[in-house]
């Protein structure tokens, strides 16, 4: 993903919003899926999905400190 450092607030609410989306799909998935490959495939994508929202958060903070 982007590492955008003059995001706007609301655009950061937004990207942050669609990060825990994705996550919560992705982990609906991996409830559904069966099989080491898609469940070691899934769990990468869940991992950068929370890197992103870990980054994501601390942009947030960032803009919120005086």
Same mark, same amino acid.
């Given at each position: 993903?982007?590492? $955008?450092?003059?995001? =706007?607030? #609301? $655009? !950061? &609410?937004? @990207?942050? %919003?669609?990060?825990? &989306? +994705?996550?919560?799909?992705?982990?609906?998935? %991996?409830?559904?899926? =069966?099989?080491? %490959? &898609?469940e070691?495939?899934?769990? +990468? @994508?869940? %991992?950068?999905?929370?890197?992103e !929202? $870990? @980054?994501?958060?601390?942009?947030?903070?960032? !803009? &919120?400190? #005086?």
């Amino acid at each position: 993903m982007t590492k $955008d450092t003059s995001i =706007s607030r #609301p $655009d !950061l &609410d937004d @990207r942050i %919003a669609i990060a825990r &989306d +994705n996550i919560r799909q992705l982990t609906e998935q %991996a409830t559904g899926s =069966s099989g080491a %490959a &898609d469940e070691e495939r899934t769990a +990468n @994508r869940i %991992a950068e999905q929370q890197d992103e !929202l $870990d @980054r994501l958060l601390k942009q947030r903070e960032a !803009l &919120d400190k #005086p």
